[in-house]
């Protein structure tokens, strides 16, 4: 494949492909041109380091059907009518928008895809024609299904279609999924559906014997208030280094981040250990971390998304150990990032932003935007690794942005990228 007119690094030039590496780099490559970037830069495919598919795909596929976003008739059916693919699963429907509609509604009024609302009372399914076709729901007629959640079921996992879409369009090439129930039911369809994504797959002990590359660490996902006694983490996670598998530790607290890093040490750290948000992280904390190895895998988004909550419930003392960047970078700490949406915006470049340009009181630990950029370039299945770059022998793995670095730059929240 010839790329040409992308700008690398500064100079504008053409990339030549061959397989899954990049062969050549220079000005003017002969050949016809498969793709030009007209001037934007091309940069090694992103890699959200931390998500949700199959959540953040329903939250996606969600169209709010209710109070305050859609008060009649017309703009319910605007609502179901805007573009998307596969199943719509509509929310919070009240019969205030439009009475009660049915199934024969839904067919004259909504899209030609498969269509389940749910009222906001959470009791009631209205289905579409589509829907209980592909439901194998005959009765009743009308498709107003009440408690009905355990034929919703039989839908199976959502459909990742669109989130796919829509990752793709910032020049997201690859993502670790990290939900800690994935088991070899989640991790088959997650293959199954994500096509060209490069995958990791974490989840539980249910993979750990599996032997695929896309199979990721051990996720282990405690809580403050139902942390287990430390004998019990530190078996779960020699039993995971045992079978030649790191694993991924939720920390969000203090509590959290110590009772793991106890764990990890008792238990003798493996390459490739993650610590996933380490969101309260002081001095201690990054030595500590520093000293077992392990990667940290942060939301540099939470910051600039969550302020007024945190402003409001962190004591004070503790803003200046809040998501931390700069310091874990300057204590030398393999760091990484992710959205963990649908918790957090997918939006690797939001993210970006917010890590270059935090929120007042927060700025200290703010990163260059050519360090930010890095977080979401480590390898898939390395998020500690170097970050990849656009040279001669390395992967192929490219997307080219609308504009130039320095455009892309001044203003990180509207870049968009072509995956090639
Ligand atoms: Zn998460």
Redesign the pocket.
Known sequence: MLIRNVEVYGQIMDVRTKGKLISEIGPHLGGVADFNGKGGAILPGLHDH?I?LNATAAALNSVRCGPPNVEDEEQLIAALNADGEGWLRGVGYHHSVAGEIDREWLDANGPDRPVRIQHRSGRLWILNSRALNELAIKTPRNGRLYDSDHLMRRRGFPDLTSLIKKLKSWGITGVTE?TPSNGLAEFDNYLEQAGDLNLSIMGNSELTDLNHTRRGHLKLHYHDHDLPPLSNLVREISVAHHAGRPVAA?CVTRAELMMTLAAIEEAGPMSGDRI?HAAIADQAAIEWMQRLGVIVVTQPNFITERLDAYRQDVPGKDHPNLWRLKSFADAGLRLAAGS?AP?GDPNPWAAMAAAVNRPAGFEHEAISPEEALALYTKPVNDAGGKPRRVAVGEPADLIVLDNSWEEAKANLLAVRASKL
């Open positions: 931390h949700h990290v939720h996933e963990d918790f």
